[in-house]
């Protein structure tokens, strides 16, 4: 189940667009919820300031994980027969957990048929101190890029 809002404002040589999304996942033994808030400004054209903003509910995340980094608990070995085994609890731990993106990308190449723009961002993770001995206590990434789109044809 999911709901939304956006959000578009034009101005004079850009624009303002922004969306908020919930979501909800329902399983047989438990619901999850996610929360996101993404927005970008386009300004002079060939500036774009953005921002994504999640909040979700995880299971799972005390198992290795794919960064190679070894969980905290070890998956059980099930077999064809094993229809009503039960998961440990901390295999069905919940955790809330956060990702804040921020970032820009600006346009170098602008013709009718195409725009190319160099781009760079951070995101800050947010999890449970539970979770430090696995991901670290302030994960943090970044990735500079180029970007490719259509150009403007009107």
């Known amino acids: 189940m999911t709901a ?3 959000y578009n404002r034009p101005f004079t ?3 303002w667009a922004s969306t ?7 399983e047989a033994h438990s619901d999850s919820n996610s929360y996101l808030l ?3 400004v386009n300004f002079l ?3 774009h ?3 994504r903003l999640e909040l979700i509910d995880k299971n799972s995340l005390l198992l290795d994980n794919i960064f190679g ?10 077999m064809k027969d094993d229809r009503n085994f039960n998961l440990p609890p901390e295999f069905d731990r919940w955790f809330r957990v956060g990702a804040f993106t921020f970032g820009g990308v600006r346009d170098f190449v602008d013709t009718q048929m195409l725009r190319v ?3 760079s961002d951070v995101t800050f993770y947010h999890k449970p101190g539970a979770l430090d001995q696995i991901y670290g206590k302030r994960p943090t990434s970044f990735h500079v890029f180029l970007r490719f789109r259509p150009g403007d044809l009107h």
């Open 117 to 119: 723009g160099l781009g």
């Open 4 to 6: 939304s809002v956006a």
């Open 38 to 40: 993404e927005s970008t």
């Open 49 to 51: 300031l953005y921002t």
């Open 45 to 47: 054209r060939k500036d």
């Open 69 to 78: 980094r070894r969980g905290l608990a070890r998956p059980p070995v099930l």
């Open 20 to 26: 908020l999304v919930w979501g909800r996942y329902s």
């Open 13 to 15: 040589k850009g624009s």
